[in-house]
């Protein structure tokens, strides 16, 4: 897989049932000189063979799609041996579908109707093994509560504070949604002790994966 700060572009397989809505996030993730758009798909059984046709680095999931969903895609790829980050593109009010995307392993999510910077962000953070959450969707799993569905807001409290100081830090900014080059860069740390961190955190914490972890994080910050 290639990283945010490889010479060769990260590849992207997008998948939507809606040509303008795919158009348009090929359009955005263009824009940026190191991702390229390898393959787009306008239904679940077309993501999963250009996902075999062109191995991406990431891939961009729409949520709802004809009769094979992004969800199933997604637990689909996760049954294959091989991590391929996968990313959910989702709107307001589908929230038990962006619950279920959680439990099946998803690497983030964006909104469609969201800031384009933030795909970008997602993508480079997914391609580096990070984990990002769109602000607005993980103030959406909080309020509704779908968040406790994961980890309740004390018992996340509980498993933060069974950390180190250092943890809580790199947990803070991986709940932010920093990939482990930028949480290196950010803490002053060599990437690889970042990577020791982050096998501790989600050890202590029970966390399956970044996006638990993050989720962890938010529960446990205090209000306000």
Known sequence: MNGTGSATPLRVVIADDEPLVRAGLAGIVETDDGVRVVGQASSGEEALAAVRAHRPDVVLLDVRMGTMSG????????????????LMVTTFGEDEYVAEAIRLGADGFVLK????????????????????????VSRRLLQTGLGTRFVAQQDARERFDRLTQREREVLTLMGD?????????RLHLAEGT???????????T????????ALIAAQARPPG
Do not use: M, Q, W
């Open 71 to 86: 969800l199933d895609v997604l637990a689909e790829i996760r049954r294959s041996a091989e991590h391929l980050p996968c």
């Open 113 to 136: 109707s969201g800031d384009p910077r933030e795909l970008l962000l997602a993508v480079h953070a997914a391609a580096s093994g990070g984990a990002y959450f769109s602000p607005a």
């Open 177 to 185: 949604g920093l990939a482990n080059p930028e949480i290196a860069a």
């Open 194 to 204: 970042v990577k020791v961190h982050v096998t501790s955190i989600l050890r202590t």
């Open 206 to 213: 029970g966390a399956r994966n970044r996006v638990e972890a």
